[in-house]
């Protein structure tokens, strides 16, 4: 396996855990989640050296996407906050006392 290839595949596992997130696909995500793993350590088992622009590319590319996924993540956990906050009562939440978060 090539460096290419493994970056190849952790964005393709970074697409699949998108897709995941999108759709609350569980399975899925813990799927994607581990593939993209075993892609990251086959690439950091091949090691440093000279990176093409080919290969800077698809790192961007890759480190973009995983941003997509941090977004997707912080926005889910921001919701599951607000529907405890609402459960239990707790208008002001965890931004302040008898003022509301989102007033």
């Known amino acids: 396996m090539t460096r290419r290839d493994a970056l190849v595949r952790v964005i393709d596992a970074l697409h699949a855990e998108i897709s ?7 399975a899925g995500l813990e799927r994607a989640t581990s593939g993209k793993l075993k892609a990251i350590e086959s690439l950091q088992a091949l090691g440093d050296g000279p990176a093409t622009p080919e290969l800077r590319g698809l790192a961007e590319e890759a480190d973009r996407l995983n941003d997509t996924c941090r977004i997707y993540v912080n926005l889910m956990a921001a ?5 405890l906050q609402v459960l239990s009562g707790d208008s002001a939440g965890a931004y302040g006392r008898g003022k509301l978060a989102y007033a």
């Open 20 to 26: 995941a997130l999108k759709t609350n696909d569980v």
């Open 79 to 83: 919701n599951v906050r607000r529907r």
